[in-house]
Every structure is written in structure tokens, then in C-alpha cells.
């Protein structure tokens, strides 16, 4: 539900926007690192913070790491006892549940609560006791508790988009896909898929035309403004509303109109605009081919 | 004799604290559309946002001028505690569990709505409430709750009952003030922060009622709950899925543990029908949010339209915009109580414009279905409709391991950016933004879902940012208003119409805009930087203002007077 978009969006090269958060939204290019993301999305005031300090983000209660050996001993004695029902992993297994986000197991701190069940069991649910010590039980809790427990844990697995066919993919670049009426694999694209070390970069960089990771970059769009007088003005658009239009010119020169009725006139390329107009009928399957014929493009 | 005296004092008594001006809210008022203040989330409790003010209108919108600025400062104040109170001198009154608060950064926008009751603002930003004097802006009181930590991504606003107001803080503490002097009655937890609850929403105050919401983005099964706004006492507590096997809607989930996991926390106001006594809010997406694998069915009642007996807290019925979820699409959004006619028919109806980029029209007093249609040009999730206008999810835009393309992004068409309705134009007007996503699913294994996590998403681009106009009797877009930008411009707006022919929104370009709902045309505008909550209006003194907010700031305009 409520997200924060990390996505870090350099508008037009002049400086991170700060946006009004969108309520939720996230869209993070980058494997979160935990659970612990707040939302950066106005630069606010933090009490008591001196000047300069960047404060670490809002978190949820925070556990210190547990010494590894109590942990790995808590994960030895729980694979002994537990796993059958709740899972190698704590994360339900034969009729235990998911222990790691249970109501009871996010209150506990170091097995306090833990304790009391184990010992004495849930005979109503079926769970018999275990004659465990409150130490080797605080163990357990460790293990447990070792767990990145939140809504925006990282994952263990990797993107891997290359499950396309690229002969499918170069058919398609030539064909179809029209591609090649402003590409071309000798030219532009030309060892395309050695430049890019990430192939999900790669794949966004198709799609949105914007190039994405190692080489992350927002193409301008430019702008000709012509003049009740008919005089023009281009440059790349740095501003537009209903209100304004501005823009800088070849010699770096900022210029600003006021928009009022039909004038000025006011016509805007975007690089960008043939790619946009794709993505109503492009097809997973040609995105996954097309990436997969970039690739080979060594 | 004596005794007639004493009487009669006593109803001379009682008719001055009637004409006297107190800064209470009754809330039997709350029932009948207000002019002269803002008393709750949506102005009134249709959720239309449709005020019957005319003194600003289409003629003389363009001699709209400001009245004044208040910068508001969160946190713990250096002003206030070192010299009398007074002008540019506000108390700050502390409350909190904790000796030093967490860390914060960001959240410090306001981003809900501003209650105006009796010439007094009452405004928030997450852990801080504001009272501030609506002539011209000056701070009263400033109230600081010490955070235990939470998602600090807004608050939308105060409920106030006669002379209390209550918040909710991102620590899960409701929290109730004295309007008066901002110091504090009593705070009482609503959820457990250690199940990584984290509270946002605007308390809705109906009768006796506190209605109190709280989400969750981990799996913590949700709930609104109602308590008595005199004592803090819990009244009912609804939960958004069922609470065991074999409970109406538990047929929908493949089993207790999924489904007592399941999210669909009510994080956004509803609305509420007097006559019908029905509380009538969405309820956030499923989790884990991007994968269904483990949920298997439509997963009731997540992502859903959800009307409760508001004395009873007892399902009335539900619409579930989005069966079986995989984008984090909740149907949050506030829902629009409109009487209006309907096939020719006059019929109480229900307009709701959805994350996932459909609009429903539903009859609220039964709940049942009478249109649904796309509002966007972009979507591309859907295979078609079943019979009751659900939108039917195709599987294969779900996240991959080499990704689907999909449109809304999981930021959705709409957020929680409250749309309006104007019964002059007969119109439904929602800020929408028609954007593109590739989901990745990046969790082979299905045990290490939680919440929000097992994917990674990559935003190729938006068709635009407009203002669209539904005519909700056939779903046509009477007209889009694209607003133009030299990026992508910012988030959603709020909007609001007014009798004076108005139509009030941000532009996503740091505008303020007032325009033609007819067509769309901007009539009247001001550079403020981003409008962060929705435009409200209001009648004081004899004069009409207009309320905006951005970021730390409260801008009123009025006409120049």
C-alpha cells in the first residue's frame, strides 16, 4: 500500500525534483536493502538534528545483530526441534505457521515470550512442549529473529530478463518492431550488449529510449517557440505549463515566455516519443526477443 | 417563583453558549454540506468536494489574490519555551512515549486536509498538529508527538468532536487535544507497532463515532476500528479479511494463515450516508503485494469498496475493484456519494475511481454494480470484465523474471489524491497519470514473500498527466486536460469544484490552477511550488478563501478586499 518512490528522477539534468509524496510508490531500480525505507520525498526538518548531521531514516524496532555463534547454535536446536512443523527456514512448514512475522514472535525480544509457548505448548493447536532451558529457547529466538522481517526485505534472487530468442528478437528489430528505421547494430547500437553490464538496464534503455543504469542520462527535449512578431526561438525545454514556456539555447542563454492565448507558438520535440508511443502495443514476448538480440550485439 | 427564575436563567444561559462563539464542532452539523468552515476530511461526508460557494467565480477568479502565508516548522520548536507565548511565539506542547525522538526525514508536507472550525486552522504533518488563526496565519498552539519510528510518508489531518481533536501518528498512537490550547487528553494505542503497523489516517468523527484506520506494509491483517471520541473507548473493530475458515468471504483465501496475512490496511477517509448509516471506504491491496501465488482466489476484502454499518461496524456490503491483486492496487480512493439519476432512474449511487485505472459506479445502498470503464488510454493488465464489472487480471502482466510490461505502475492511474463531483456539470473529475512499469519478479522462492518485497520495478515512461472529466452516467471522458511538462511532472493532485463554475487543482508544474470545469480551460493561477494536498474553501468574515497547502506552508487567497 503506502510506498515511497526511490526512484531517483533527475529532471532534465537540473537537479533532483523534490516531489510531493505520492503516497506509495516504489519503483526502486536498485534491490532494497531492507526494511527500513522511509519516505525522502521533501526535505523536512528533523528535531533535535544539528545542522548538516544526515539523520538515519525512521525505523521499525530495530534489533542489534545477535552474536553469530548463539544464532547458529538457536539454528541448530530449532532444526532439531521445530523445523518438522514450522519449517527449516521458520517460515511455516507441516502445520506450524510462518513463525518469523507471528504476532507473538515480532513482540518477543530475546525469547521472553517465546519461552512460555515452547514450554509449555499450544495444546489446542496441537503443538506439544518441548523441554527446552530459557537459554537454549533465547537461542532459538536469535535464529528467528535473525530473519529480515518487513515490507520491503531484500530478496535473494536476481533479475535475469534473457529468457527471450534472439533470432525471434533481430526479426523483429528488422521487422515489425521498426527498429531499424532509426537504429542500426553497426551504428548506434553497435556493441550494445558488451556496454552494458546489466541487462535489465539494457532492457529499460529499449524501452523508454532513456539510457538507464551505468550510463543513466534523461535526454532533453527540445523546444521552438515562435513569436507574434514570428520570430523563433529553439533550445532545449527546460520549462513547460499552461502558464510559461522556457528554454536554453545553443549558447546556454535561459529564455522565458509568458504562454497567453495562441501566442507564443510553441512546438516540442521529444527523442523519447517513439519509444512512449511503443509501449501501447509492445508485447512482452518482443521485449523479452528484442533484449535478447541486444545482447548478442557484442 | 424561585424556581421559574432559576429556570428561566438557565435557558438564557443555554441560548448564549448557542450565539456565543465557541470553537466546538457539534457533530450532528457534520450532516449538512458547511459554507463557513471545513470541518472534516472531504469538507462534508459525501466525499464530493463540492462547495456551494459562489462569491469566487468564473468573472472575477482572475482578481484571486493572496491573503496570507503560514511556513509551519515540525518538530521540537526553539520558539515557545523561553518567553511568554504570543505572536510568532506559539507553545509547543510535547507528548511522545519515548525521551528523544527517532530521526526523521521527509514527511514534514502537508498532504491532508486542513480543518477549518470557527475562524481556527487545524493542520498536520506526521507527529505534529498546528492551530492557527484562519485571518492570517498565525500559529496558536504546536503540538509535537516524540516518534517511537514508522513510515513517515503523510498524515492526513484531524477529526474534531466539539472542542477535541485526535490524529493519528505513524507510531500507531491516536491522540486526542483539547482545540482550545493543543494539550493533550488522553493517546491511546491502535495498532502494534511492532507488527509494523504505521498510522496515517484522518479520524472521521460521525455521531459518537471515531472512525480510525491504520496500515501495514508488511502482511498484518487490517482493521478500522471506532471508539467513543469522549472516553477513547473501543466501540467496534472491523478487520478487512475474514477472522476464520468458514466465515463469509474466507472462501476467497486458500487458508488461515494466508488470509489472516493477507494486508488491506484502510488507510484513506471514506465517506458516510446519513440516512443509509453507512461508512463506506476502500481498503488497501493484498500481500504479499506482487505475487498471488500464495493467496490463490480474489482475497476478500482487500482492494476493496467496503460499506459498514457504522453503529455496528457490520458488513453491509463490498465491490472488490481489483479481485486477486498483484500491483499493489489497493482501492483506497475516496469513494463519491452522489443521488443523482441513473438509467434514466433516480438512484442513490456510489462513484469511485479506482488505482487500477477503472472507474465503478455502484448502488450504495445495496451495492450493486451499474457500470465500470477504463478512465486511462494506457491500462494493459485486463483481459475484459465479468459479469459484475470486475476487471479480470491477466496472469501474464503479472511480475516476471523477465519482466511484463504493465500500465498503471504500481503507483496507479489515481492515488490517494481525492477526486471531486460537481452536480452543476454533473461531472467526475480525478487527476490521472498514465504510466508504465516493468514489474520483475526477483523471489524464486515464494516462503521469502513479505509484503511489498520479491520484485523489482522499472518506471519506461507516462503518456501524460491530465485532469479528466467523467461523465459517470455513460463512463465517457467528457475531457482531458493534459498537463503539459517539460519532465514528468509531479504526483496526482487533489481536486475540488465550487458553485462559482470552478474547478481547483495543482498542475504537477508547481501551479495552483482554478478551472473551467466545463472544459477544462485554466481560468486563474499561482507559482507555489508543488500543491500538496487537495484545495479547500471556505466562507469568513463575509469573504470567500481558498485554501492551499505546499509542502511546509499554507497559502490563503481571497479576493482582494
Known amino acids: ?298 | 417563583m424561585k424556581k421559574t427564575r432559576t429556570f428561566l436563567l438557565m435557558i438564557s444561559l443555554v441560548s448564549l453558549a448557542g450565539i456565543a462563539p465557541a470553537q466546538g464542532l457539534d457533530p450532528a452539523s457534520l450532516t449538512k454540506p458547511a459554507t463557513d468552515s471545513w470541518p472534516t476530511y472531504s469538507g462534508d461526508y459525501s466525499g464530493r468536494r463540492f462547495s456551494l460557494l459562489t462569491q469566487i467565480n468564473q468573472t472575477n477568479v482572475k482578481n484571486l489574490g493572496l491573503a496570507w502565508v503560514s511556513h509551519l516548522t515540525p518538530g521540537m520548536s526553539a520558539t515557545g519555551r523561553f518567553s511568554r507565548p504570543g505572536p510568532g511565539n506559539a507553545p509547543t506542547i510535547v507528548g511522545g512515549e519515548i525521551d528523544e525522538a527517532v530521526p526523521v526525514r521527509g514527511g514534514g508536507h502537508i498532504s491532508g486536509a486542513v480543518l477549518q472550525v470557527n475562524g481556527i486552522l487545524y493542520v498536520t504533518v506526521p507527529d505534529n498538529t498546528w492551530a492557527v488563526d484562519a485571518r492570517n496565519g498565525e500559529v496558536l498552539w504546536h503540538y509535537y508527538w516524540k516518534t517511537k519510528g514508522g513510515t513517515h510518508i503523510g498524515n492526513r489531518g484531524v477529526g474534531m468532536y466539539h472542542d477535541w481533536l485526535y490524529f493519528e501518528t505513524p507510531d500507531d498512537y491516536l491522540v486526542s487535544l483539547d482545540a482550545k490550547t493543543g494539550k493533550e487528553r488522553w493517546h491511546k494505542v491502535i495498532s502494534d507497532f511492532n507488527e509494523q503497523y504505521f498510522s496515517t489516517m484522518a479520524p472521521i468523527v460521525i455521531g459518537n463515532h471515531l472512525i480510525v484506520g491504520t496500515g501495514d506494509d508488511l502482511d498484518a491483517p487490517g482493521f478500522l476500528q471506532s471508539f467513543d471520541p469522549e472516553t477513547g473507548e473501543l466501540q467496534w473493530k472491523f478487520y478487512t479479511e475474514p477472522e476464520k475458515m468458514g466465515d463469509p468471504g474466507s472462501e476467497t483465501w486458500p487458508n488461515l494463515d494466508s488470509m489472516r496475512h493477507g494486508g488491506a490496511g484502510p488507510w484513506v477517509p471514506g465517506s458516510y450516508d446519513p440516512q443509509l448509516h453507512l461508512y463506506y471506504f476502500g481498503t488497501a491491496n493484498p500481500t504479499p503485494a506482487f505475487s498471488g501465488v500464495t493467496r490463490a482466489g480474489d482475497n476478500l476484502y482487500t482492494s476493496c469498496i467496503v460499506a459498514l454499518n457504522v453503529d455496528t461496524g457490520k458488513l453491509a456490503w463490498y465491490y472488490q475493484p481489483s479481485p486477486h491483486d498483484t500491483h499493489d492496487w489497493d482501492a483506497g480512493q475516496t469513494p463519491i456519494i452522489v443521488d443523482g439519476e441513473f438509467n434514466g432512474k433516480p438512484r442513490k449511487l456510489l462513484l469511485d475511481a479506482s488505482r487500477n485505472g477503472y472507474f465503478f459506479v455502484l448502488d450504495r445502498v445495496t451495492g450493486e454494480h451499474l457500470l465500470s470503464v477504463p478512465f486511462a488510454d494506457s491500462l494493459n493488465w485486463s483481459t475484459g470484465f465479468d459479469k459484475s464489472g470486475h476487471p479480470i487480471g491477466n496472469p501474464e502482466k503479472d511480475a516476471s523474471p523477465g519482466g511484463a510490461l504493465v500500465s498503471p505502475d504500481s503507483d496507479g492511474i489515481v492515488n490517494w489524491q481525492p477526486p471531486t463531483y460537481d452536480p452543476q456539470t454533473g461531472l467526475f473529475y480525478v487527476a490521472t497519470d498514465e504510466n508504465y512499469s516493468v514489474f520483475y519478479r526477483t523471489e524464486p522462492n515464494v516462503r521469502a514473500l513479505q509484503g511489498l518485497n520479491g520484485i523489482q520495478e522499472q518506471p519506461v515512461g507516462t503518456m501524460g498527466k491530465f485532469i479528466t472529466a467523467i461523465d459517470y452516467k455513460t463512463g465517457k471522458i467528457a475531457w482531458r486536460h493534459l498537463q503539459v511538462s517539460a519532465g514528468e511532472g509531479s504526483g496526482n493532485t487533489g481536486l475540488t469544484t465550487t458553485a462559482g463554475k470552478l474547478l481547483f487543482g495543482g498542475d504537477g508544474n508547481g501551479n495552483l490552477v482554478a478551472y473551467d470545469p466545463a472544459n477544462g480551460k485554466p481560468l486563474w493561477h499561482t507559482h507555489l511550488g508543488q500543491v500538496s494536498n487537495a484545495v479547500e474553501t471556505y466562507m469568513l468574515d463575509g469573504h470567500q478563501y481558498v485554501l492551499a497547502a505546499s509542502g511546509d506552508s499554507l497559502y490563503a487567497f481571497a479576493l482582494n478586499f
Open chain 1, 1 to 298: 500500500m503506502h510506498r515511497v518512490k526511490i526512484v531517483l528522477f533527475t529532471l532534465l539534468g537540473l537537479g533532483a525534483a523534490a516531489l510531493v509524496a505520492q503516497q506509495p510508490s516504489v519503483s526502486a531500480p536498485v534491490q532494497q536493502p531492507g526494511a527500513n525505507q522511509t519516505t525522502p520525498s521533501v526535505p523536512a526538518q528533523t528535531p533535535g538534528a544539528p545542522p548538516g548531521r544526515v539523520p538515519p531514516p525512521a525505523a521499525y524496532p530495530h534489533r542489534a545483530p545477535a552474536d553469530p555463534a548463539v544464532v547458529q547454535r538457536g539454528r541448530q536446536i530449532f532444526s532439531a526441534n521445530c523445523s518438522f512443523c514450522h519449517g527449516s527456514d521458520a517460515r511455516g512448514g507441516e502445520g506450524g505457521p510462518n513463525l518469523i512475522r507471528s504476532e507473538l514472535v515480532m513482540n518477543d525480544n530475546n525469547g521472553e515470550l517465546i519461552t512460555t509457548v515452547v514450554q509449555n505448548g499450544r495444546p489446542d493447536k496441537g503443538m506439544p512442549k518441548f523441554d527446552l532451558s530459557t537459554e537454549e529457547i533465547a537461542s532459538i529466538a536469535a535464529f528467528i529473529h535473525s530473519a529480515p522481517v518487513g515490507g520491503r526485505a531484500a530478496t535473494t534472487g536476481t533479475v535475469d530478463p534473457l529468457v527471450g530468442d534472439a533470432k525471434a528478437g533481430e526479426a523483429y528489430f528488422n521487422g515489425a518492431g521498426k527498429c531499424a528505421t532509426c537504429h542500426s547494430v553497426s551504428g548506434d547500437l553497435a556493441g550494445i550488449g558488451a556496454k552494458y553490464t546489466d541487462i535489465r538496464a539494457l532492457q529499460g534503455t529499449m524501452l523508454s529510449g532513456e539510457p538507464m543504469g551505468q550510463f543513466s542520462a534523461v535526454p532533453w527535449k527540445t523546444v521552438t517557440v515562435t513569436l507574434r512578431n514570428g520570430q523563433t526561438v529553439e533550445g532545449k525545454l527546460y520549462q513547460i505549463d499552461d502558464f510559461i514556456v522556457s528554454l536554453i539555447d545553443a549558447d546556454g542563454n535561459y529564455h522565458s515566455y509568458p504562454r497567453q492565448g495562441d501566442y507564443p507558438k510553441v512546438v516540442i520535440k521529444n527523442p523519447l516519443q517513439p519509444h512512449l508511443d511503443m509501449l501501447r502495443t509492445l508485447k512482452d514476448d518482443d521485449i523479452h526477443n528484442l533484449t535478447a538480440y541486444l545482447v548478442t550485439l557484442k
